[in-house]
């Protein structure tokens, strides 16, 4: 068994560098290599890790001779000509940023694609101590789920290198960016695939204003997305980017014929108001139809993770089963199928809005727009 695990890292912007800090805390977990474009990012970069090899593409970084996993946390439109780097060159165990790809036309490449290591696809959204909560009870609780719902009501889109995720063309699109964890979570609950999704969504107040070389930013900041599933079950999103003043940044409920168990998880305590005291601690609610009334649960995160990123310690749970794949004692918990799957539901919703049409989706995850 691997006692040290020696990382490479593509990509560390704000994201990359939260993984930095996770990493920090996982036993035996070493960065080797960062490949960061950005001479900013990388100065903060090397402040977090400063024994790591700054190299100068993602060919050094896979040459590079000491090397036990990789982490891909690039911009959303670099993944999947990285991945194919990696897979041609090196395929080391790795872990790949959501979405794994944006362009419907690199769906047939990852279906063909042959990795010879795990690859485990972030979808650090499962992992939430709440979240996670919820999806040990659901189905039990509820006698089966025939309804879920996820909002998010949360705070723009943050800047980022280049403004790349100001543009459809580069993030994919919100409902694919940002919701493909959502649809992930989804199926996860579920543990069922979607047959058709209706949506509306738009841009309506955020950076409106704002324009990067000319050109106006197209991403979207709210939508609602329905969702029928095969076994009978409904799933709705609702999201909007311009509430940032709520006190719970994500509520999930799954309702069945037995109860509603819900979870509220706040957003980043860093973006929590001085004046309103301690952030609110996560909770989940169980409500019985029989019995009535709701049994109220809280489900505190531990500081240091909540310190080491903005996703309530889920990065570090995720990298902590990660690492435990790569030492050849764990199994990939979230495969190149879930995140393909996510990213088509969120490209199905898109279209499902700009068309005004629902969107079948077949057992492979395949769009078609019907009236």
């Known amino acids: ?99 794994v790809f944006t362009d419907p036309s690199d769906w047939d490449t990852l279906d063909a694609l042959q990795y010879a290591a795990p690859l485990w696809v972030a979808m650090e959204y499962r992992y939430m101590p709440p ?40 993030t994919g699109g919100t409902l694919v960016e940002k919701c493909c964890h959502f649809f992930d979570l989804m199926r996860l609950i579920l543990q069922d695939n979607p047959v058709r999704v209706m949506a509306s969504g738009g841009q309506d107040v955020n950076h409106v204003n704002e324009r990067y070389d000319g050109s106006a930013p197209d991403i979207w900041d709210n939508a609602y997305v329905i969702v029928d599933f095969a076994g009978g079950a409904r799933a709705m999103l609702e999201l909007c980017m311009f509430a940032e003043g709520a006190r719970y940044q994500e509520e999930i409920t799954a309702v069945g014929p037995d109860a509603r168990i819900e979870c509220l998880v706040p957003g980043p305590g860093r973006f929590w108001p001085d004046h309103l005291g301690a952030p609110p601690v996560p909770q989940l609610i169980v409500s019985l139809r029989d019995p009535k009334g709701p049994k109220q649960i809280e489900v505190p995160v531990d500081p240091a993770l909540l310190q080491a990123g903005d996703h309530n310690g889920s990065t570090f749970y995720q990298h902590d089963r990660f690492a435990k794949v790569v030492r050849g004692h764990g199994k990939v918990e979230v495969s190149l199928s879930d995140g393909v799957w996510a990213v088509q539901m969120g490209l199905a919703a898109q279209r499902a809005a700009q068309t005004g049409r629902a969107v079948a989706l077949d057992a492979q995850g395949r769009m078609s727009v019907h009236d």
């Open 1 to 99: 068994m691997l006692e040290t695990l020696n990382y490479g890292i593509i990509g560390c912007g704000m994201m990359g560098q939260e993984h930095l800090r996770n990493l920090a805390l996982v036993n035996g977990a070493e960065v080797t290599a960062i490949f960061e474009p950005d001479a900013g990012m990388r100065a903060r970069a090397a402040a977090l890790v400063p024994k790591a090899q700054m190299v100068g593409s993602v060919a050094e970084l896979l040459a590079h001779p000491n090397l036990d996993a990789l982490l891909v946390a690039s911009p959303n439109d670099l993944h999947v000509r990285q991945i194919r780097e990696i897979a041609a060159t090196r395929p080391l165990p790795l872990l790949v940023e959501k979405p």
């Open 131 to 170: 979240v996670a909560a919820l999806l040990d009870q659901a189905q039990s609780v509820t006698g089966g789920i025939k309804m879920l719902t996820i909002r998010e009501h949360r705070f723009p889109f943050l800047e980022k290198v280049g403004d790349w995720n100001r543009f459809n063309a580069r």
